[in-house]
């Protein structure tokens, strides 16, 4: 089956660095879109930043000019550098992508990782 694996979260200081990472692995025949979204206590998730095959990327304005996302196509990889961390980004962060199963490859789905958490506190 299709999995997510979400690492390289914990607790930093603000103005500190993390480099979140997300492999997907089982039968996929392509990936299209990979990218992570984000819940906080008491809040609903949202969409942090997105990329596509091609290297398209769409950031949320909060972490705008912060955070920087890639991609490894060849390793099923999608990388979130963290940058200028700030308490209100404290939050668990998920994985998702958008991607075509071996199994029924005209089937666009959607998968999702278990989540890491994210916490930025003095």
């Known amino acids: 089956q299709v999995r997510l694996v979400e690492s390289g979260g914990g607790l930093v200081q603000p103005g500190g660095s993390l480099r979140l990472s997300c492999a997907a692995s089982?039968?996929?025949?392509?990936?299209?879109?990979m990218g992570w979204y984000r819940q906080a206590p008491g809040k609903q998730r949202e969409l942090v930043a997105v990329?596509?095959?091609?290297?398209?990327?769409n950031f949320a304005d909060s972490v705008k000019g912060r955070f920087t996302i890639s991609r490894d196509n060849a390793k099923n990889t999608v990388y979130l550098e963290m940058n200028s961390l700030k308490p209100e980004d404290t939050a668990v962060y998920y994985c998702?992508?958008?991607?075509?199963?071996?199994?029924?490859?005209?089937?666009?789905?959607?998968?999702w990782g278990q989540g890491t958490q994210v916490t930025v506190s003095s």
């Open positions: 089982g039968s996929l025949f392509s990936i299209n879109v």
């Open positions: 990329i596509t095959s091609g290297g398209s990327i």
């Open positions: 998702n992508t958008l991607a075509y199963p071996a199994v029924d490859v005209g089937s666009l789905r959607s998968y």
